[in-house]
């Protein structure tokens, strides 16, 4: 940038108010330019994102404000008076686009799968919910012990409102294989065991929970005691249903 007298003046010396407007502005000329659709109903459809290489250059070396401004657009971007149910009428294939773009320019922000899981997976479209499920179950892998409560919500919507068990086990399984941090609680840690009983697996869910007490990794004596009275009472519904079964 320059003076009026021609010396060049440092970015450092630009206002940050100005450069917060130039990036907001090269985000949206990025979205304006990939649009292929201009003439679809505008509360409908999202332009195709732009890829995270785009958004960093345009992050004016502050990614993680972009990120946050970019999720801002996003979900301010289908606000209009003609959407009476606003995110459910995107696009989803851009939707996704655009959160792992977002979350690709800043890793460590849980605003893209939070939105994720607790806004556009809420739908009653269950092809729309599963993409947005996958979407958090692939990006979980990547920093499991700081994005497991996504997944875990992700789990929960799987089972109550897609009524798949077997897709809640697997959420549930990589949950439980993936964390290593003890501040993950114990329920999101456990989630699989609970789901194997609503599926009437009983004997895996006590191979399961005892293996689990026995390697030692559960050091919190209420924990324990807690997962030894589950496992209990696992023992004793598998030996009533062997009663059952020899009548």
Do not use: C
Request: glycine share 4%; charged share 25%.
């Amino acid at each position: 940038m320059r003076h009026a007298n021609g010396a060049e003046r440092p970015v450092a010396a630009v206002p940050r108010w100005i450069l917060w407007l130039l990036a907001a502005a090269l985000v949206a000329q990025l979205a304006g330019r990939s649009a292929q659709h201009p003439q679809l109903p505008s509360a409908a459809d999202l332009p195709p994102a732009p890829n995270a290489n785009a958004l960093r250059a345009a992050s004016l070396a502050e990614p993680a404000a972009l990120a946050r401004l970019a999720m801002v657009w996003l979900q301010a971007f289908d606000s209009r008076g003609d959407n009476v149910i606003p995110y459910q009428r995107l696009d989803y294939v851009r939707l996704i686009d655009w959160l792992r773009a977002i979350l690709a320019l800043d890793p460590r922000s849980d605003y893209p799968l939070f939105a994720a899981a607790r806004v556009y997976a809420e739908n009653p479209d269950p092809d729309k919910m599963r993409r947005v499920l996958d979407f958090i179950a692939a990006e979980f892998a990547a920093d499991p012990d700081r994005r497991w409560p996504a997944l875990a919500h992700a789990a929960l919507l799987a089972k109550h409102r897609l009524n798949d068990l077997a897709l809640a086990r697997r959420y549930a399984a990589m949950l439980e294989r993936l964390t290593s941090d003890e501040s993950v609680p114990l329920w999101a840690r456990q989630m699989e065991v609970f789901i194997l009983e609503d599926m009437n697996e009983l004997e895996a869910a006590k191979v399961m929970l005892g293996g689990l007490l026995a390697t030692g990794r559960i050091r919190d004596p209420g924990e324990r005691r807690f997962l030894e009275a589950r496992l209990g009472e696992l023992e004793r519904r598998i030996a009533e249903a062997a009663k059952r079964g020899n009548r």
